[in-house]
């Protein structure tokens, strides 16, 4: 079956622009991760999500950093007024929602903001 | 504290050599889940394995092979007769019950050489 897909893959903001960065999990994935991998590090969790409910949001920078997932299926990552240091790669991983289950990846959202 | 540690930023290897990517963690948890990443160039995280704190058996996939070893939180991943596809960077992940995320390690890059 299809795996987690993102868009866009690449994204070049201003400074100040706010942006937004889809995922599609993979079907019948309940949990759904949004994390963070600046150049030359391993990723970094940001937020979680179970169906629709953001139980964990634990990571996520500042207030400028907003996740969203309506429907329990596709979620979006917000970010406003962009700013220098947001630029890395934003990774996307389901699972199907038991602690400790394995997460597979999407092929994450490059972002430069520049 | 939950943490990873992989003390190999780069490691480069011949065709045909073998080699194993070191991985150490910390965690006050008595269960957690263990897993190994490959990233390639392209950027998606790929899985190849997931143990649980029970289970220290080794295990053998075809080249791969990993070693779990409880009594010095170690988890190594080695690969037999490397070969150029091998090369990415690998990274190796930590999650526990009591939290949905992954902890990272910053990710061994392995390059081998015709």
């Known amino acids: 079956g299809a795996g987690v897909s993102q868009s866009p893959r690449y994204k070049v903001a201003k400074r100040g622009q706010d942006v937004a960065l889809r995922c599609d999990p993979i079907?019948?994935?309940?949990?759904l991760f949004w994390y963070q991998q600046a150049l030359g590090q391993g990723p970094e969790f940001l937020t979680y999500?179970?169906?629709?409910?953001?139980?964990?949001k634990s990571g996520l920078p500042s207030d400028r950093f907003f996740a969203e997932r309506p429907e329990g299926s596709v979620s979006t990552l917000k970010i406003q007024r962009t700013q220098q240091e947001d630029s890395a790669v934003y990774l996307c991983?389901?699972?199907?929602?038991?602690?400790?289950?394995?997460?597979?990846f999407g092929p994450g959202t490059r972002l430069l903001v520049l | 504290a939950q943490k990873v540690t992989q003390a190999q930023t780069e490691i480069s290897v011949v065709e045909k050599e073998d080699v194993t990517l070191d991985c150490v963690y910390e965690?006050?948890?008595?269960?957690?889940?263990l897993f190994w990443y490959k990233q390639p160039p392209s950027g998606e995280l790929v899985f190849l394995i997931r143990?649980?704190?029970?289970?220290?058996q080794n295990e053998i996939s075809g080249r791969y092979s990993w070693n779990f070893q409880k009594s010095t939180s170690s988890f190594n991943f080695t690969i037999t007769a490397s070969q150029v596809v091998d090369s990415a960077v690998y990274f190796c992940?930590?999650?526990?019950?009591?939290?949905?995320?992954?902890?990272f390690g910053t990710g061994t890059r392995l390059q081998v050489f015709p």
């Open positions: 079907s019948g994935h309940v949990s």
């Open positions: 999500f179970q169906n629709e409910a953001q139980l964990d």
């Open positions: 143990r649980n704190s029970f289970d220290e």
């Open positions: 992940a930590l999650g526990a019950l009591n939290t949905d995320k992954l902890i």
């Open positions: 965690t006050r948890d008595t269960t957690y889940y």
């Open positions: 991983a389901s699972s199907l929602g038991l602690r400790g289950e394995t997460q597979y």
